[in-house]
């Protein structure tokens, strides 16, 4: 990059508020927003000299900011793919622990341990305190069709044009959620002596 003259850099800089502000509109992430000014300005920077003036400094370095946006937004979108084939991949790969729960015609193994009273157990704060240990063992993409819709109650068709699932894959999402959280429970509240003796 060629010596910039001081009045010229000190033209450029005095627009990031308003660069700042319409990368957050587009963003909504400060980090994200702050990453693309900054991109913007180095790229304005090393490009001042093909600046021709038919429009305004403001103009030229918003249309720069406006490439850096979408490239981050694309940026994000892949990394998310990626996030969820990996869960995906993961999800495949454990795929046989489901298996050993139940035998060829479909039955329990070992049947779950009685639960003398759920009601009670729902109670007590130690028991959330367990279940949400439990919760936070799922996949994440799993804990959070879970919860929304067990414990928020929201409704299958919202969860997932949110999460970008099929209702099938929610479903087996659900049914592999339910059986790891009712094991972990059963190892970690249901199959140990209340600290009261109960």
């Not at 093909?50 to 981050?72: C, N």
């Not at 298996?99 to 959330?128: C, I, K, M, V, Y």
């Not at 819709?149 to 099938?168: K, L």
Request: proline share 3%; aromatic share 10%.
């Amino acid at each position: 990059m060629s010596q910039l003259p001081a009045e010229r850099y000190a033209e450029i800089q005095s627009h990031q508020g308003y660069l700042m502000r319409y990368a957050l509109a587009q963003l909504r992430d400060s980090q994200l927003a702050e990453e693309a000014v900054q991109e913007a300005l180095l790229a304005a920077l090393e490009g001042i000299g093909s600046f021709d003036g038919r429009s305004s400094l403001r103009t030229w370095l918003t249309s720069i900011l406006r490439f850096k946006v979408v490239d981050l937004q694309r940026r994000a979108v892949k990394e998310r793919a990626q996030a969820d084939l990996g869960e995906k991949v993961s999800a495949a790969v454990d795929e046989g622990w489901i298996d050993e729960f139940f035998d060829e015609s479909g039955h329990w193994r070992s049947p779950p341990q009685a639960w003398n009273d759920p009601d009670a157990a729902l109670e007590q704060t130690r028991f959330w305190q367990a279940f949400e240990q439990c919760l936070g063992r799922l996949p994440a993409g799993a804990g959070r069709v879970f919860f929304r819709r067990e414990v928020m109650g929201d409704e299958t068709a919202a969860i997932c044009q949110d999460e970008g699932i099929t209702a099938s894959n929610c479903w087996v999402m659900l049914h592999r959620a339910r059986l790891a959280l009712r094991g972990c429970l059963e190892r970690n509240w249901f199959g140990r002596e209340p600290a009261d003796g109960r």
